[in-house]
Structures are given as structure tokens and as C-alpha cells.
């Protein structure tokens, strides 16, 4: 059973800076890791994922994988305050009959204030 | 675009009914879906991973005789909650995937709040 922690629970940072998230998986063997963004009243919606160790970036998003530490975090740069939002990462695990299981942490509640 | 619709977005039951919700795939194939709840305590748990054509896997504390799940075809799937309590409260979301690679992106659908009486 995968297990995923994120940390913080809850960031709080002002308009312009650098937001870090953070995430710890127990299995290096998983196939992919996501980084999903849920605001109030709304369903997830994919930001970015990464399936090999090293970074990616896409626009102001940088994530960085490592297996090895099992670690992976987003990182914001120039925060906006429509970032606000609950960061969720996501790890699939391959299953029997061919299917990926996404398991979820329980998110970081980011807050950018002007 | 890929788009999931999830309806009705709230409900209201009491104690000991039951009730259906739905999942819509629009723009793309959703051979594979995941049915999960996310809980007052913020807790996302994953209830069953559905494939077309394929046994749906329920994980551990969710049951199909709970939980029955119907996805008859790569635009739908439908959950029943049956007999629901307190402890059944929460935002269910679907999340379809077109494809079964885990490099295929989950679109998730707004979710069914359901509130028990």
C-alpha cells in the first residue's frame, strides 16, 4: 500500500515570492508521480508530473524528483495570489490487469496574499 | 478538451438510504476511472479503480455490496452508495483517465458532496 505525505500542511506567502511544496512516497518503484490543484467547490485539475529522477519545468512550475529519498516537491516561482489553492501530489502505482492506482496525499492549503 | 461532469454536484439523504451518482466523460475515452472520497478531514481515499471490460478493483475498506460501481462504456460510470451514514459523508470524486499508462493525465470531475441526515 503506497503511502504519501505531504508537508506543510498549510503555507502562507506574500505575492512575487517562492512557494515549496513538499511530498514523501514509501515506494521507489512507482511509475509517476502528480501535482494536482484543487481550488474551493472543485474537482483536482492536473499541474505537472514527472516519471524520472531530476526536474521539470513548465512555465512557473520547477518539480524535482528524487527516488532514491523518495522525495518529490513543487516549487512556484512568482506566486500569485490566484495560486491559492489545495496542492495535491499524486503517485501511481502499476496494478495488476495493466492499470496505474494514483494514491493521494492529503494536500498543502497554499495561500498568496497581495 | 477533456472534461468529466459528476451530477448531482450535492445531495441530501437520510440515515440508512441509498443514493446514485454519475460521471460524464466528455472529449476523450475514459477506459480507465477512479472513484475516490475526500472526507471533512480533507482525507482523499481511493474506493475502487474502474477499467472498461476489465473486474473493478475495490480497495481495502470500500466493498462492492457498499459501494457498486457500473461503467458500462467509455464515456460513463455511475456509483451507488448504499445504505449511507454519518461516516459516508464527503465529496466523491471521479477521476477518468483515456488510456491506461500512467503518463495519461486523470481528469477529475467537480464531485457529488453527499450530506446524511
Partial sequence: QEKVQQSPESLIVPEGAMSSLNCTFSNSASQSIW????????????????????????????????????HVSLHIRDSQPSDS????????????GGNYK???????????HP | GALVYQYPRRTICKSGTSMRMECQAVGFQATSV?????????????????????????????TQEKFPISHPNLSFSSMTVLNAYLEDRGLYLCGARGGQDSQNTL???????????
Fill in chain 1, 35 to 70: 501535482w494536482y490543484q484543487q481550488h474551493p467547490g472543485k474537482g483536482p485539475e492536473a499541474l505537472i508530473s514527472i516519471f524520472s529522477n531530476g526536474n521539470k519545468k513548465e512555465g512557473r512550475l520547477t518539480v524535482y524528483l528524487n527516488r532514491a529519498s523518495l
Fill in chain 1, 85 to 96: 489553492a489545495v496542492y495535491l501530489c499524486a503517485v501511481s502505482m502499476k496494478v495488476s
Fill in chain 1, 102 to 112: 494514483p494514491t493521494f496525499g492529503k494536500g498543502t492549503s497554499l495561500v498568496v
Fill in chain 2, 34 to 62: 477512479a472513484w475516490y472520497r475526500q472526507s471533512p478531514q480533507k482525507t482523499f481515499e481511493l474506493i475502487a479503480l474502474s477499467t472498461v471490460n476489465s473486474a473493478i478493483k475495490y480497495e481495502q475498506n470500500f
Fill in chain 2, 107 to 117: 481528469y477529475f470531475g467537480a464531485g457529488t458532496r453527499l450530506s446524511v441526515l
